[in-house]
């Protein structure tokens, strides 16, 4: 099975100033997805996906060679990830280059390691769409979540409202965005949200950091330098 390890990192963050590239814990974001790629593929497997100049500088210097810069219609704010990673795929058939499958890593993951990658490739087979990395909830639609109903008053998401103990709910997953094994026929045959067969490879929800704002930032800077 030939897989492509493929990082996106789009220019122009608003919620986090140059994130790809921002510095943590002593090295670009971006370097930390990198690291965890090298770890189970060599360089020519491994694709950042990019239409940002500044953040193929600084790939680059780390020893990764782009191998293409995004065109602009996967350079705007409503470019999704799915195209995104078509586009790479029609990139590397048109040179010959066939993949079966597709590690996406996203840089905004910088805990999760090569060992839980392998993890959740080892789940993966031609039989399913998808393996995705997951963490259990902490918020729960049979207990804590609450929607209106026509009468504007709030009743429970899920079930009955029976269960007075959280322990006691069906665990309910959450993707944590760091880890996705999708199948290329699969992407080819739609987009995600129609995948039926999707298995979970299950995280620590202290390992689930999803850069997003300056306050992630900040904590996941924290705990990195406290390790340190």
């Known amino acids: ?29 971006i370097a930390y997805s990198i690291d965890v790629a090298r770890q189970l593929t060599d360089d020519s497997n491994i694709c950042v996906s990019t239409d940002d100049d500044e953040i193929m500088q600084v790939v680059t210097s780390y020893g990764l060679t782009v191998p293409f810069k995004r065109p602009d219609f996967l350079a705007t ?29 996203q840089p905004t993951s910088p805990l999760r390691t090569a060992r839980q990658v392998t993890e959740a490739i080892g789940l993966y087979d031609k039989s399913v769409d998808a393996v995705v990395s997951v963490c259990e909830s902490p918020q729960n639609p049979y207990y804590n979540l609450f929607e209106e109903n026509r009468d ?44 039926k067969k999707i298995r979970k490879y299950v995280m620590p929800l202290d390992m689930s950091v999803d850069l997003d704002t300056l306050t992630d930032w900040m904590y996941l800077e924290a705990v990195m330098n406290k390790r340190k």
């Open 1 to 29: 099975m030939r897989l492509l390890y493929l990082i996106p990192a789009r220019g122009g963050s608003k919620g986090i100033p140059h994130k790809n590239i921002k510095q943590l814990s002593g090295k670009p974001l």
């Open 77 to 105: 704010d409503s470019a999704g990830t799915y195209e995104v990673i078509l586009h790479a795929i029609d990139f590397y058939e048109n040179l010959g280059v066939s993949y079966d499958a597709v590690v996406l890593l």
């Open 152 to 195: 504007g008053y709030l009743r429970i998401s899920k079930g009955d409202g029976a269960f007075r103990r959280r322990q006691d709910t069906p665990p309910v997953w959450m993707f944590n965005g760091a880890i996705y094994v999708f199948n290329v026929e699969s992407l080819r045959k739609g987009y995600f949200d129609s995948f």
